[in-house]
């Protein structure tokens, strides 16, 4: 009996945990959510670090489904660019190479990958910081300012 209780309390130890960790997870993607244009602002608008969180949080609550589209796009687009250059670096990797027996690129076709994964991600990341300008100054234009 002793050890079917140890189960029991364990699985209810694990539970509790895992719904801890579930909503220590959610609270920070909120918080992220709502100040994912602090440096924006602090850049763009001249705020100081601490204006720069509070216009961020008043930008996106006057644009909630916009920056929730925004948030998720983005999302999407930067998880495709971390799979093609994770998938583009496999082949670098001598690990990767031994464990999926991919064959063994010459010192020259190493370089080469490398290279196309350091240009793909400048350009996915040059896109991304463009965008993300272009997107704040679209909704920030319709949010008046709180000081």
């Known amino acids: 009996m002793p050890f079917f209780q140890a189960g ?16 220590v ?18 850049v763009l ?12 949080y008043a930008v996106v609550r006057g644009h909630l489904a916009s920056a929730l589209g925004y948030s998720v796009l983005v999302g999407v687009l930067g998880g495709l ?3 093609v250059v ?3 670096s496999m082949p670098v990797s001598p690990r990767s190479t031994t464990l999926l027996s991919l064959p063994r690129l010459s010192v020259g076709a190493t370089v ?4 196309l994964i350091v240009v793909l991600g400048a350009l996915f990341g040059g896109f991304f910081g463009v965008y993300s ?3 704040y ?5 319709g949010v008046a300012d709180g000081s």
Do not use: H
């Open 112 to 115: 080469g990958v490398a290279l």
């Open 86 to 88: 994770a998938i583009g």
């Open 25 to 42: 997870g959610l609270a920070y993607l909120l918080f992220t959510f709502f100040i994912q244009f602090y440096g924006q602002a602090i």
């Open 133 to 135: 300008v272009a997107f």
């Open 137 to 141: 100054r679209t909704i920030d234009s």
């Open 81 to 83: 660019a971390g799979g």
């Open 8 to 23: 029991i309390i364990g699985i209810a130890v694990l539970a509790i945990a895992g719904l801890i960790a579930v909503v």
């Open 45 to 56: 608008d001249d705020y100081g670090a601490v204006d720069g969180l509070e216009r961020s």
